[in-house]
């Protein structure tokens, strides 16, 4: 990927919280959020990363933002430095990365009223005059598709769907370059959620923003994302385009995930097994040794328990963090009982042959 392309570069970010002592002789217990993730999003992209609710996607938005502090590793805005920004510095990268947040009922403050919740953010860093300000306010009520007769109301006098069409609003009023989305749809109902999916594509064509999407469902990142990551208890086990990963998923637990997801017709999976993970994922405050995965791996063998695989890059940008993911025939295939014959639906039919081997 040219530089020159690259708005978000992140390198080893970590996250680790140090909680407290259960007694005064024993050592800190270390939650282990984010270990070590590394990824860059291109200009007028949306990149996404899914994972189970824990894996650390949140943590690694939050992190970008500087709501929570990194333990280590870095992260570059358009070549700024996000993380070791200071003062006016970081009041300016702040206008340049903004949030969509999860919840659109605790993430607005009850207290405003919606034309100064929009015009918070232009107040505290933007010069404009007040007169721009409201102005500006008019127009992303009207991108968001509000009506100019409900900007003196409060929070609680819309729906839910409403309020996140606020949020949206709000985020989008400094002209960030780039639009963090925590799960912005997970609290919505499905109706509500394909609308404001497709209110976000709207925008993102018509503005060229860049986002990174945070989520746990497949379907709607598959509708809105370029690229997507995938997460496993702090790292990225799986990285590659939208067509890579959804047409040719290679890690044991991108499998698993595409396998859990619900189908009209359970009849109907193209003839694949579905694929059921034993156990719970391991704690964050003492992560296995090896592969994360390993402990819940069908397909694990002795070097998974002691070596953790590195995110190594196969074909075209398609990188995978598994040692038992393999080249046959011209192709990297799955490690059995993931390859296609076996696996969920997601693998074309073509590699069937040469993975099955």
């Given at each position: 990927m040219p530089r020159d392309d690259v708005l978000l570069d992140v390198r080893d970010l970590r996250v680790h919280y140090a909680l407290r002592r259960p007694h005064p002789f024993a050592a800190a217990p270390t939650v282990h959020a984010v270990d070590g993730v590394s990824f860059r999003v291109r200009r007028g992209s949306a990149f996404g990363i899914v994972g189970e609710s824990g894996c650390g996607k949140s943590t690694t938005a939050l992190a970008?933002?500087?709501?929570?502090?990194?333990?280590?590793?870095?992260?570059?805005?358009?070549?700024?430095?996000?993380?070791?920004?200071?003062?006016?510095?970081?009041?300016?990268?702040?206008?340049?990365?903004?949030?969509?947040?999860?919840?659109?009922?605790?993430?607005?403050?009850?207290?405003?009223?919606?034309?100064?919740?929009?015009?918070?953010?232009?107040?505290?860093?933007?010069?404009?005059?007040?007169?721009?300000?409201?102005?500006?306010?008019?127009?992303?009520?009207?991108?968001?598709?509000?009506?100019?007769?409900?900007?003196?109301?409060?929070p609680h006098q819309f729906s839910g769907g409403q309020r996140q069409r606020i949020g949206i609003a709000r985020a989008l009023a400094v002209d960030p370059a780039l639009v963090v989305c925590d799960e912005p749809v997970s609290a919505l109902d499905v109706a509500i959620q394909a609308q404001v999916i497709n209110l976000l594509a709207r925008i993102q064509r018509e503005r060229g923003l860049t986002y990174v999407f945070i989520s746990?469902?497949?379907?709607?990142?598959?509708?809105?994302?370029?690229?997507?990551?995938?997460?496993?208890?702090?790292?990225?086990?799986?990285?590659?385009?939208?067509?890579?990963?959804?047409?040719?998923?290679?890690?044991?637990?991108?499998?698993?995930?595409?396998?859990?997801?619900?189908?009209?017709?359970?009849?109907?999976?193209?003839?694949?097994?579905?694929?059921?993970?034993?156990?719970?994922?391991?704690?964050?405050?003492?992560?296995?040794?090896?592969?994360?995965?390993?402990?819940?791996?069908?397909?694990?063998?002795?070097?998974?328990?002691?070596?953790?695989?590195?995110?190594?890059?196969?074909?075209?940008?398609?990188?995978?963090?598994?040692?038992?993911?393999?080249?046959?025939d011209g192709r990297a295939c799955p490690p059995p009982p993931f390859a296609p014959g076996a696996a969920p639906a997601g693998v074309p039919a073509d590699g069937a042959a040469a993975c099955a081997a």
């Open positions: 970008l933002l500087r709501l929570v502090e990194a333990s280590g590793g870095s992260a570059s805005l358009d070549g700024a430095d996000l993380l070791g920004a200071r003062g006016a510095a970081l009041a300016a990268l702040r206008a340049k990365v903004q949030m969509i947040f999860q919840d659109p009922y605790s993430s607005l403050d009850p207290r405003q009223r919606v034309q100064d919740i929009i015009a918070k953010p232009m107040r505290q860093l933007t010069a404009l005059a007040p007169a721009a300000i409201a102005a500006r306010v008019d127009e992303l009520m009207a991108l968001v598709g509000l009506r100019q007769d409900q900007k003196r109301l409060f746990h469902d497949l379907a709607v990142v598959q509708h809105l994302c370029d690229e997507v990551a995938v997460m496993y208890l702090g790292r990225i086990v799986e990285r590659g385009s939208r067509a890579q990963l959804f047409g040719t998923p290679l890690h044991p637990y991108t499998h698993a995930l595409m396998s859990a997801e619900p189908v009209k017709d359970p009849a109907r999976r193209d003839g694949h097994s579905r694929i059921r993970l034993q156990g719970d994922p391991p704690s964050p405050l003492d992560p296995p040794a090896g592969c994360h995965f390993h402990t819940r791996c069908p397909a694990a063998e002795a070097r998974c328990r002691s070596e953790a695989p590195a995110l190594r890059e196969l074909d075209g940008g398609h990188h995978v963090a598994c040692h038992r993911v393999a080249w046959r």
